[in-house]
């Protein structure tokens, strides 16, 4: 039967490769073979290898696969609020969206960054960015949950974002606009950009033990737009590189005005000696706005603090933080190999690779061999940091990841391709094409010491031809390949949420060793918790109606609450009482403006309520929980203003009780 | 007691093979899972399932002649975080069973094992299954420790009227 099941499934293979032919207008013959399906089958039952962390893109949340099967495992909301979890509906949730401009209720998230110890993937947290209203999220990896979410001042399309040293010292995020400072007149000409202008990299530090963000410091550079960025490892640790475009300082019709130059620039920070200058109190405080938003696994609330200073290091002035290196031209991304030593430029309009020096680029500086400056900040010579380049690899290289055994992979935006190139001799290795416009790869760990080059996955940003159509819009898109051999073999493509933009991968052992299953009842530290259902109460404050309720299979404590008038705001303050994994329960209410909870075992969430008619309203579970699932329900009467039905609330007692009278 | 464990072990193995001929595949399925509740529940020679113990890591508890108060009272405050939403102090039946009477009808070890392994024996001791034929809910893990089952034990004995 085995066997059988193996001939059926390259059976299967065969057949969508063949049919795939007569559609497809490139050779997809050719680049997927018999055995594609065999590679990425994961029976039923068994656990994939890697979780894959896939950023969202314009959903403004996280997904999460299992490779190779590509099975989506999980969206957790970041930045945007989702009505499955109650994200951004309940009481305790909606700080995390606050910012110094109120609720935000929806955002782009663009790039993944897992957490590293020594330059290698630990499987504490995952960082993402948000774009539009600049902030930093980290995610806990023992729970999926957004756990923290800072704001960043001086920001704006915070895309050069999260990007992490190698012991998680720091997470970086550089601004994509730059904008006139926020304390600075912010009302002045747009054409007077170049003087008015001003970029801002934010140095996030990491508490290694907690993972508690804070601004460090911030570096202040002259006007341009950054991009990506990657941290030095090993020998060149203590450094940080960000691509940046538009040198040309240009305000309008950038897609001609910023590609002006042969050449932009890679920014080389060395943020060591930044962090000596900020110890020698070289920084400036400056008065800003932003809110630090944490959510507490204990309370199971968040709470949103606004903060108003942050230090900024200016970098024309403190010489020798920050020096340019040229490089063709609009770089996409600058990436950094296991060793330390290469840094990739991808110039989104060149036709080359220019790979450049670690050991060169400390040379350069030691010598001086300087092409001038720009705006105060020194620019290298691009010969004398340049190691090589790889000549016509393809058209508009955007991002490169590693295998850590001397090999590198390149997306080509335009030609729509991955190549992989060897580092040493700069020598095309092979090359695959991807359905359609590339955006970022990601092998498991390729951006650190020690990559896993088991899978490369591409994020593509066009479909077309993939899947079933669905209206105007298409799913979108990444790619499988199996990168185990010398030749990359594209084994599977498969649907993602929003714009698959960045993705990280690691190994499945990394997290499942760690993972939260319940959270203990005794350790629920909310302050409207209902530890037991004789605990269980409504609670009259004036014009609130405090709900202290408790849930599990199969009901609700209290199910009849009577007494609530016109004018009341109720708080469903709802405790599941399950010590047992993976049993939430649900919580709904009749006309309810707002979400539904879904609250964990041992958690308890919120739900505010405020009734618009009198009348009965019916609540209930609204996850299956039991074969008596459905049996879980309640009503709450909703009498008029000045009514003087009694508060009363009960459990278990009959309809013949002497309350249902009144 | 040692044999006890050894015993114990022996079940594992045999619910390990079990598991593995169904995940092959193999074509004799339908057999290999008729099979297995037979392995575990028969009563003459095959001594793999104890159905006064139950199944868990209790083997032998240890009673006192009377009861230990200060047990009792820490085992109903667990039962009113966990238990009483579900289950009455009378003989009447809510979600689960109601508690009178129960440790005159099951073993110490029996419902220690029950509350702290509630899965595995609801899959396979006949008891939990009539009374899950009865109540249609099965009972959730609660995660409780080796103390808190202890201390809720004595605190059914309370219920049933020890001293
Ligand atoms: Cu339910």
């Not at chain 1, 190698?166 to 170049?194: C, H, L, M, Q």
């Not at chain 1, 000696?273 to 110890?279: M, V």
């Not at chain 1, 649907?495 to 499942?512: R, V």
């Amino acid at each position: 039967m085995k066997k059988l099941n193996l001939k059926l499934v390259v059976c299967i293979a065969v057949f969508s490769a063949v049919s795939m032919t007569a559609c497809r207008p490139k050779n997809v013959g050719s680049a997927v073979s018999g055995d594609a399906a065999k590679k990425t089958y994961v029976a039923p039952g068994k656990y994939d290898e890697f979780y894959n962390f896939v950023s969202g893109g314009f959903s403004g949340q996280m997904s999460v696969y299992g490779l190779p099967s590509a099975r989506l495992l999980r969206v957790i909301p970041v930045f945007s609020v989702d009505p499955e979890k109650g994200w951004g509906y309940s009481e305790e949730t909606k700080p995390m969206l606050n910012t110094s401009h109120g609720f935000v209720p929806w955002d782009d998230l663009h790039h993944v960054e897992l957490s590293q110890t020594n330059g290698e993937i630990n499987g504490k947290w995952v960082f993402g960015n948000a774009n539009n209203t600049p902030r930093l999220a980290r995610i806990d990896l023992r729970t999926f949950r957004t756990a923290e979410i800072i704001e960043l001042p001086n920001s704006a399309g915070n895309h050069s974002s999260p990007f992490g040293t190698e012991n998680s010292e720091y997470i970086v995020a550089g601004t994509r606009f730059s904008v006139p400072a926020d304390n600075a007149n912010g009302d002045v000409a747009i054409s007077s950009y170049k003087q008015n202008f001003k970029g801002h990299i934010s140095f996030v530090s990491i508490n290694p033990e907690n993972g508690g963000m804070n601004i460090a410091f911030q570096i202040k550079t002259p006007g341009v737009n950054f991009d990506l960025a990657r941290c030095g490892r090993a020998k060149s640790h203590g450094w940080f590189f960000f691509s940046c475009y538009n040198t040309e300082q240009a305000n309008t019709l950038l897609e001609v005005n910023a590609s002006q130059k042969d050449k932009d620039f890679i920014m080389a920070v060395n943020w060591k000696k930044a962090e000596e200058y900020l110890k020698a109190g070289k920084g400036t405080k400056v008065p800003v706005k932003y809110a630090h938003n944490v959510y507490s696994d204990e309370t199971h609330t968040a709470t949103s603090t606004i903060k108003t200073e942050v230090t900024v290091l200016d970098a024309s002035v403190l010489k020798d933080i920050c020096y340019f290196i040229p490089c063709p031209k609009s770089p996409h991304g600058c990436d950094v190999d296991p060793t330390g030593e290469f840094i990739v430029g991808s110039g989104k309009l060149a036709a080359l690779i220019p790979v450049f020096s670690f050991d060169k680029i400390q040379k350069a500086i030691a010598d001086k061999s300087y092409d001038g400056e720009f705006e105060g900040i020194p620019v290298i010579k691009y010969e004398s940091a340049l190691y090589g380049e790889v000549k016509k690899p393809g058209l508009g290289p955007l991002h490169t990841e590693f295998d850590g055994k001397g090999n590198a992979y390149t997306s080509f935006f335009v030609s729509s391709e991955v190549v992989k190139w060897n580092i040493k001799d700069l020598k095309v290795v092979d090359r695959v094409p991807t359905f359609y416009s590339v955006g970022h790869l990601c092998v498991p760990g390729g951006n650190t010491r020690k990559p896993n080059p088991k899978y490369l996955i591409a994020y593509n940003k066009i479909t077309k031809d993939r899947y079933l159509p669905t209206g105007p819009e298409l799913a979108q898109s990444a790619q499988l390949y199996d990168i185990s051999g010398e030749k990359m073999q594209l084994i599977l493509d498969f649907p993602t949420i929003g714009e698959p933009h960045y993705a990280q991968a690691l190994s499945a052992d990394l997290i499942t060793k760690n993972q939260v299953k319940i959270f203990k009842i005794e350790d629920n530290k909310h302050p409207y918790a209902t530890k037991g259902e004789g605990e269980s109460k409504v609670v009259r404050q004036g014009n609130k109606v405090h709900v202290y309720m408790t849930s599990v299979r199969s009901h609700f404590a209290p199910d009849n609450i009577e007494g609530v008038k016109m004018g009341d705001e109720v708080y469903f303050h709802v405790t599941n009482l399950e010590q047992d994994w993976d049993v939430p329960h649900g919580f709904a209410v009749k006309g309810a403006n707002n979400a539904e909870l879904l609250i964990m075992p041992g958690e308890t969430q919120t739900l505010k309520w405020v009734p618009e008619k009198v009348g009965m309203f019916p609540m209930y579970c609204t996850d299956f929980c039991s074969a008596l699932h459905q049996e879980m329900q309640g009503y709450v009467r909703v009498s008029p203003a000045g009514s003087n039905v009694p508060l009363t609330f009960h459990v278990g007692k009959t309809a013949s009780a002497p309350e249902a009278a009144k | 007691m040692r044999k006890l464990l050894i015993i114990i072990s022996m079940g594992a193995i045999s619910a390990f093979f079990a598991g593995c001929n169904s995940n092959s595949g193999g074509e004799s399925t339908a057999e290999t899972t008729t099979e297995t509740p037979q392995a575990t529940t028969t009563e003459n020679g095959n001594p793999s399932y104890d159905p006064n113990r139950g199944e868990g890591k209790f083997t032998k508890v240890e009673l006192g002649a009377t009861l230990d108060a200060a047990m009792a009272t820490e085992g109903e405050k667990v039962s009113n975080v966990k238990c009483s939403s579900c289950h009455k102090l009378t003989d009447e039946k809510l979600v689960g069973p109601g508690w009178k009477g129960v440790t005159t009808r099951r073993t110490p070890e029996w419902i220690m094992n029950f509350i702290t392994n509630t899965d595995a024996m609801l899959d396979k001791d006949p008891a939990a299954q009539a009374q899950l034929e009865i109540c249609l809910v099965r009972m959730p893990n609660q995660s409780l420790t080796n103390d808190d089952a202890r201390h809720l034990l004595e605190f059914m004995r309370k219920n049933d009227g020890v001293k």
